[in-house]
């Protein structure tokens, strides 16, 4: 398996600013930002008023999550129930990087899907884990690796504390194979820019909203596996 620069979390790229070592700061380097002027009376399944409630603020979690910006996301990318044939158990996870898509089973030929972000360049994996662990709000620490590159993650090398800009977000669902944790993740952002796109050093991203609603679902030893870019 690909290596990934990662210690309980995300190594989501180089561009990071020096005196801005932030969740936005890092993605805004990987990604292009601006509105997409995506929004109309239907987003990607779900009329315009139905993705405004899903993708709503959440004001009762530990750190107020803001609403999803949905003209930042194309429609395509927004939680949506959809046929999907597999012998999988219900539950399976299945990454679709080639696609950026995260696909949770749900029997009887279909599933749930969920636009996500994945590995850029150089960094995409394929295979099969198993979810290990989860955590809500976790702490993110950058591996040696990465402090080495970029010198400002350094006052993080104990840990940054939980936060909207902590790059693991709100949940975080953490890969493992034969016992060990492989360094990847399936975590939450708050940057709809993002999803679509290869911005991490392999880990996959769901927008907070979405990564709630797979979190809820997905119990520890949850099967998962990531299909071939």
């Known amino acids: 398996m690909t290596s990934f620069d ?34 109309g009376c239907t987003t990607g399944g779900m009329t315009t008023a139905e993705a405004e409630r899903v993708y709503g603020p959440l004001p009762n979690e530990r750190f107020a999550v803001p609403a999803v910006n949905i003209n930042k996301i194309d429609p395509k990318y927004l939680r949506h129930r959809v046929s999907y ?7 399976t996870i299945i990454v679709d990087p080639r696609h950026y898509y995260v696909y949770r089973i749900e029997g009887d030929g279909y599933a749930t899907r969920y636009g996500a972000n994945v590995g850029r360049a150089g960094f995409l994996w394929s295979g099969e884990a198993y979810i290990g662990r989860k955590a809500e709000w976790p702490i993110w620490t950058p591996p040696k690796e990465m402090i080495a590159r970029q010198p400002e993650a350094a006052p993080y090398a104990n840990g940054m504390a939980p936060g909207l800009d902590n790059p693991l977000g709100a949940r975080t669902l953490y890969l493992y194979q034969n016992g060990a944790y492989t360094l990847f993740t399936i975590y939450s952002t708050i940057m709809p820019e993002t999803i679509g796109r290869g911005v991490s050093s392999g880990c996959v991203g769901l927008l907070t909203q979405d990564m709630v609603d797979l979190y809820e679902k997905t119990p520890v030893n949850t099967k998962v596996i990531v299909l071939k870019a």
């Not at 044939?85 to 539950?91: L, P, R």
């Open 6 to 39: 990662a210690s309980g979390g995300a190594d989501l790229g180089n561009a990071v600013s020096a005196d801005s070592f932030t969740r936005r700061s890092v993605l805004a380097g990987l990604a292009a930002l601006g509105g997409l002027g995506l929004a």
């Open 85 to 91: 044939k597999s012998d999988e158990a219900v539950g």
